[in-house]
């Protein structure tokens, strides 16, 4: 069975920098594309970024050359570093392995307007 454990989310100040994690327990985790989604207060949940598994990624317009994404296969994990944070980034913030549809509990991301 698949999960998905995401960590890292914060209260921060506008500026301020994050890195998300998300671990999974799962095999051939290298073989998977990942993503990055979040989901604001009354709106529907939008991809952030995405990395395949020949490390190509992907991002939001909306997020181009602050947030970046990563990938640790000996870890299982994925990162997503967010610079520059805005107060349109407050949200929850999923990872997801989308062949899998699979699913993580989500961390929270707040920016102070």
């Known amino acids: 069975q698949v999960q998905l454990v995401e960590s890292g989310g914060e209260l921060v100040q506008p500026g301020g920098s994050l890195r998300l994690s998300c671990t999974a327990s799962m095999t051939f985790f290298n073989r998977y594309n990942l993503d990055w989604y979040r989901q604001a207060p009354g709106k529907q949940r939008e991809l952030v970024a995405r990395i395949s598994r020949e490390f190509t990624t992907t991002y939001a317009d909306s997020v181009i050359g602050r947030f970046f994404i990563s990938r640790d296969n000996a870890k299982n994990t994925i990162y997503l570093q967010m610079n520059n944070l805005k107060p349109d980034d407050t949200g929850r913030y999923y990872c997801?392995?989308?062949?899998?549809?699979?699913w993580g509990q989500g961390t929270q991301v707040t920016v102070l307007a």
């Open positions: 997801t392995v989308p062949a899998l549809s699979v």
